[in-house]
């Protein structure tokens, strides 16, 4: 820029108002659009980052979907499986419970020739009460038990295939119901080869004899 020019323009800026207000308009609208250009990236940036969030979301949503169709297809299939299950449990304790009075039966007739020669007495009768005070199984009821006598000893005999903690404290009470029928206090005895260890801790307090090896 020439000498003159600078001059000129200083002295104009000086002197002339109008002048000196244009060129300060002109100087504002160049700050002015620096800062709204600023702006208007910013803004692009952001609209770019907000679709770029939506797309993410949008994919979020598809594989939350997804997701959610997977879990309900697996708790329907689960709940097939439990519906079987269920079916064959209760086919299995049909089938268990009509085996398992057969069965125990059967190994009640088995064991009680043993029972016999291990207490020595030359037979094992059947001592059979209607408890109609329900103090057996808590309801008006036949009870029937094994019962052998040697030496004026009255002796209960219970002969299960299995046993349970259940089993001792119902065979107590079908010892307490003898005593009070017949005023003699039984000696129990339960023979069994399977019983758990709650039965065994159960009979001992009870002060039930268990067998599980005959």
């Known amino acids: 820029m ?29 700050d002015l659009k620096s800062s709204v250009d600023r702006l208007v990236e910013a803004v692009n940036e952001l609209t770019r980052a907000i679709k770029s969030h939506d797309e993410m979301l949008a994919r979020l949503e598809n594989a939350v979907m997804e997701l959610t169709k997977a879990v309900r297809s697996h708790e329907d299939r689960l709940a097939r499986v439990e519906d079987a299950i269920k079916a064959f449990d209760r086919r299995l304790m049909a089938l268990g419970a009509r085996w398992g009075v057969e069965s125990e039966e059967a190994f009640r007739n088995a064991m009680r020739g043993v029972v016999e020669g291990i207490l020595g007495v030359a037979t094992v009768g059947k001592w059979v009460y209607f408890d109609k005070d329900g103090v057996v199984y808590g309801h008006p009821s036949q009870v029937e038990v094994d019962v052998a006598i040697r030496d004026g000893t009255h002796i209960l005999i219970e002969i299960k295939a299995s046993a349970s903690s259940g089993d001792a404290l119902e065979f107590s009470r079908v010892g307490k119901l003898y005593e009070t029928i017949t005023g003699i206090k039984p000696r129990l005895i339960l023979v069994t080869p399977f019983i758990d260890d709650r039965g065994l801790e159960a009979a001992r307090k009870l002060g039930i004899e268990v067998y599980t090896s005959v």
């Open 2 to 30: 020439g000498a003159n020019l600078r001059g000129e323009l200083l002295r104009l800026l000086r002197e002339d108002e109008e002048f000196r207000l244009a060129v300060m308009g002109l100087l504002g609208y160049a």
